[in-house]
């Protein structure tokens, strides 16, 4: 399929060679094509402004492109040595902090927010999701619609216990895991199968301390 005139003018590439070839022809036949010397003369004129006001945005760009690439290489290397000069003098107490903030830059906190104890605890769901398994789900009782576990949490510390009546007494039951997702999955014996599987949990903080234990839940072990 021949492509429309109005296509070639329009695409840049094709505009090129169409044009030096029209040129070319209407000046080694300009008797063919009926031109007289001035007409031959402004479309040569023509073709000669066109190319080189082609070139000249070629250079142009061509500049532009280097001239950016420049840019982001002194940017880069600007940025790295900004990196090392702000960590040295946010590391360098003799340099006050006013100093550093009239400079742009945040000063070190000299004292950590303290991790306070786990005083809340987790509220336990459990479900039957395979054979001889559970899954416990848990939330925080003062955010149950959240899955976070509180500040500072390392994570919440499961334990079971397989009796069909419920102990009053952590220490029946047996340690699980930490847990450190919203959920766990906890995994029994061919013989637990149908028994009863208690949980108690209770959060952990980062540095070790327990909080308080969660209430029961109690969920069937599926044998099958």
């Not at 399929?1 to 080694?28: G, Y």
């Not at 479309?43 to 070629?58: I, R």
């Not at 290397?77 to 945040?106: F, W």
């Not at 216990?161 to 847990?179: G, I, M, N, S």
Request: hydrophobic share 40%.
């Amino acid at each position: 399929m021949a492509t429309s005139l109005a296509a070639i003018l329009r695409e840049e590439s094709s505009f090129e060679s169409f044009a030096r070839n029209f040129v070319k022809q209407m000046t080694d036949h300009t008797s063919v094509y009926k031109l007289t010397e001035e007409e031959l003369t402004v479309l040569q004129d023509q073709l000669q402004a066109w190319e080189d006001s082609s070139l000249a945005a070629t250079e142009a760009r061509d500049a532009a492109r280097a001239a950016t690439e420049a840019k982001e290489g002194a940017r880069s290397v600007l940025s790295d040595d900004l990196r090392v000069r702000i960590r040295i003098i946010q590391a360098d107490p003799s340099i006050s902090d006013e100093a550093k903030i009239e400079a742009g830059i945040r000063p070190h906190k000299s004292d950590r927010t303290p991790v306070p104890p786990p005083r809340t605890n987790p509220l336990a769901s459990v479900i039957a999701s395979d054979r001889l398994e559970h899954t416990v789900c848990f939330t925080d009782s003062a955010t149950p619609t959240k899955r976070a576990r509180p500040y500072g949490m390392a994570g919440c510390e499961i334990y079971v216990c397989v009796a069909e009546v419920a102990p009053a007494d952590p220490q029946q039951y047996r340690f699980v895991k930490l847990a450190t997702r919203s959920s766990d999955v906890v995994t029994f014996a061919a013989d637990d199968g149908g028994k009863t599987a208690n949980y108690l949990l209770r959060w952990v903080s980062s540095k070790g301390e327990a909080g308080p234990w969660s209430q029961v839940t109690s969920a069937t072990i599926p044998a099958v």
